[in-house]
T-cell receptor, first 116, second 111 residues
Framework: NAGVTQTPKFQVLKTGQSMTLQCAQDMNHEYMSWYRQDPGMGLRLIHYSVGAGITDQGEVPNGYNVSRSTTEDFPLRLLSAAPSQTSVYFC???????????????FGPGTRLTVL | GESVGLHLPTLSVQEGDNSIINCAYSNSASDYFIWYKQESGKGPQFIIDIRSNMDKRQGQRVTVLLNKTVKHLSLQIAATQPGDSAVYFCAENPGTYKYIFGTGTRLKVLA
């Protein structure tokens, strides 16, 4: 298994540009999520999905869209990039979804995004 | 990468010594906890987990202790090695789909 993969590894955008960060997992995990990681702060949840066709907002969803058309893929779209979105973005997945949330999350290698 | 680790508390230990990294969690309803290791420029890597019905769990060279009374979690690394140098952070699951992550501690292993 490749685990959780993310592309690209690095990206530089100009303010106002749009782009999609790709995330895929080959472990048949139900749950997938996107986080951003900024200096001095813990990982912050942007959006998550508990299965194909189901997405919901996390802690910091503004400026980002997601979709989950397949179990494997969970792309994150930046609609109009802003300098405040400069960050490292991580995708994570976990196997199961229960009434008490989800279990161990496994992370991808990250995408380092700079918005000028 | 390195920019993520700015302003983090740092624990420096001699190679071969034991390390103890602490975490105070926030939600008394949390029932599942994970420790992650993050090396520079990489994604967080799962180390060990523990559920709230346990006080202690051991892995290979690592032990996690849970004190629910004071909402405290610790990670003990035995015989610390240079490859253990990284940022370590805890995560708690408060019974929703939204984990809560700590800011982390940087572990530096001195030769």
């Amino acid at each position: 298994n490749a685990g959780v993969t993310q592309t690209p590894k690095f990206q530089v955008l100009k303010t106002g540009q749009s782009m999609t960060l790709q995330c895929a997992q080959d472990m048949n995990h139900e749950y997938m999520s996107w986080y951003r990681q900024d200096p001095g702060m813990g990982l912050r949840l942007i959006h998550y999905s508990v299965g194909a066709g189901i997405t919901d907002q996390g802690e910091v969803p503004n400026g980002y869209n997601v979709s989950r058309s397949t179990t494997e893929d969970f792309p994150l779209r930046l609609l109009s990039a802003a300098p405040s979105q400069t960050s490292v973005y991580f995708c994570a997945s976990s196997y199961s979804v229960t009434s008490r949330g989800t279990d161990t999350q496994y992370f991808g290698p990250g995408t380092r995004l700079t918005v000028l | 990468g390195e920019s993520v680790g700015l302003h983090l508390p740092t624990l420096s230990v001699q190679e071969g010594d034991n390390s103890i990294i602490n975490c105070a969690y926030s939600n008394s309803a949390s029932d599942y906890f994970i420790w992650y290791k993050q090396e520079s420029g990489k994604g967080p890597q799962f180390i060990i987990d523990i559920r709230s019905n346990m006080d202690k769990r051991q892995g290979q060279r690592v032990t996690v202790l849970l004190n629910k009374t004071v909402k405290h979690l610790s990670l003990q690394i035995a015989a610390t090695q240079p490859g253990d140098s990284a940022v370590y952070f805890c995560a708690e699951n408060p019974g929703t789909y939204k984990y809560i992550f700590g800011t982390g501690t940087r572990l530096k292993v001195l030769a």
